[in-house]
């Protein structure tokens, strides 16, 4: 197998007596979607601020593409493709859905510049991609929650990332939309060589979606595998999926 393109080792986050992470070891590699599930209180987005720089962790190494990056700020991991998006919406609601995309390339020469043209043609692209570029010239602060997600999403990709964090990109989105982010993420991660690590509530989402999932409970990992290992193993069963069905839906957090 190839070198995982993200690789967190032996990760420890504590908040004074609590210990949040308990040596996490976790990886993705470039065309690979893992979902990552747990429990209320896992873990699971404190291990996202870990890995996009936004906490720095007490113990352990995270490495990108061959290279230690566990003091980088969140900024030069940005600029290096890994992006992220949050369980509570981010949008800047006083602009335009197109906007929203068109900032996120401003690091790349400003709205000013000789390649502003290009900024809102990638934009303009990947709305259409995403299928909500009749949003364009819609305001973010009023949409609906799952189509919030989408633009999130969207966001994410106006930039061309190498690694996406989503998190819990299906809070919130009716099937149909569901099946949209599923088939975009997909595309995504095949088509432009990404590597896709989401948290979700929704386990139908996630066995669905995921070639790997892995389980975190009380910020240790419990499980990891394919889908079907996951879902047959005692301990995941016990602490976590209980006895529903493959496909059934349960707490994430």
Not at 97 to 121: I, M, P, Q
Request: aromatic fraction near 4%; charged fraction near 25%; hydrophobic fraction near 40%.
């Amino acid at each position: 197998m190839s070198r995982p393109l993200l690789h967190a080792s032996g990760i420890d986050v504590r908040f004074g007596g609590v210990h949040a992470l308990r040596d996490v070891t976790v990886s993705v590699r470039t065309g690979e979607i893992c979902g990552l599930i747990g429990p209320n209180g896992a873990g699971k987005t404190t291990l996202f601020d870990v890995l996009s720089g936004m906490r720095r962790p007490d113990g352990g190494e995270i490495v990108y593409d061959g290279t230690v990056i566990t003091r980088r700020s969140p900024v030069w991991r940005a600029r290096h493709g890994i992006r992220r998006t949050f369980q509570r919406q981010q949008l800047f609601g006083q602009l335009t859905v197109a906007d929203n995309l068109v900032v996120a390339r401003d690091w790349r020469g400003g709205l000013r510049s000789a390649g502003a043209r290009g900024h809102r043609e990638r934009a303009a692209a990947v709305l259409d991609a995403c299928g909500i570029d009749a949003l364009a010239g819609s305001y973010a602060g009023g949409l609906p929650v799952g189509q919030a997600r989408m633009v999130e999403l969207a966001r994410a990709l106006a930039d061309p990332p190498r690694v996406l964090l989503l998190d819990e990109p299906a809070s919130g989105t009716t099937v149909e939309e569901r099946r949209l982010l599923a088939a975009v993420i997909r595309r995504t991660a095949e088509e432009q060589d990404c590597a896709v690590l989401l948290v979700e509530h929704n386990v139908a989402f996630v066995m669905e979606l995921c070639s790997r999932v892995v389980v975190l409970d009380l910020g240790e990992v419990l499980a990891e595998g394919t889908p079907a290992e996951v879902h047959a193993h005692p301990a995941v069963r016990e602490a976590y999926l209980g006895s529903s069905a493959p496909g059934a839906d349960g707490p994430a957090r």
